[in-house]
């Protein structure tokens, strides 16, 4: 191989890591921010909220967008501060996943009432999917029940537990 082409290799690497350091570094600093905001919220629990980073381990690709992001990590610790389980999905894992779904299929009604249920709860923007929320919790109320149930259950997480 000639320097010059390895020179273009080696740059190549260099560029890849940077990118992938860049793409990491987002979700490291909002976790740590939101671990902050948490032990504030809970002053009682501040020192399992410090210890709790592991918990926050992205579980899906559409956790590199800020706001799906924190709101996971909001829940998990608002969890482990009040002594819930943390296990479970959370709403944004769930409105992760039926994001996907919602691509492949049209979502029945009580799947879009979950959607929207979980964007609300997650409090994510903008607030229109939220808004929906009433009309579908209406008209099928008990199946968007037992179909949150059924997929927080699905996307739980067993390592995802306070040492």
């Known amino acids: 191989m000639k320097p010059t082409e390895l020179s273009d290799v080696l740059q190549a690497l260099v560029s890849d890591v ?3 350091m860049q793409e990491l570094s987002g979700p490291l600093r909002w976790a740590d921010e939101e671990i902050a905001a948490a032990a504030a919220r809970h002053p009682d629990a501040a020192a399992a909220v410090d210890a709790s980073f592991r918990l926050l381990a992205p579980t ?3 956790f590199r967008t800020e706001d799906l992001y924190r709101a996971h990590c ?3 610790l608002d969890r482990l501060a009040t002594g819930d389980d943390t296990r479970p999905g959370t709403a944004a894992e769930c409105c992760a996943v039926l994001s996907e779904v919602s691509l492949e299929v049209p979502l029945p009604t009580h799947a879009a009432g ?3 249920r979980m964007w609300s709860q997650a409090g994510l ?3 229109a999917l939220a808004d929906m929320r009433t009309h579908y919790e209406a008209i099928s ?3 968007i ?3 949150e149930t059924e997929l927080r259950h699905k996307l739980r997480q067993d ?3 306070r040492q």
């Open 18 to 20: 940077q990118q992938a």
């Open 159 to 161: 390592w995802r537990i």
């Open 145 to 147: 029940d037992d179909l």
């Open 125 to 127: 923007r903008p607030a």
């Open 141 to 143: 109320a008990t199946q």
């Open 114 to 116: 979950l959607y929207a």
């Open 74 to 76: 909001v829940e998990i």
């Open 60 to 62: 899906h690709s559409l």
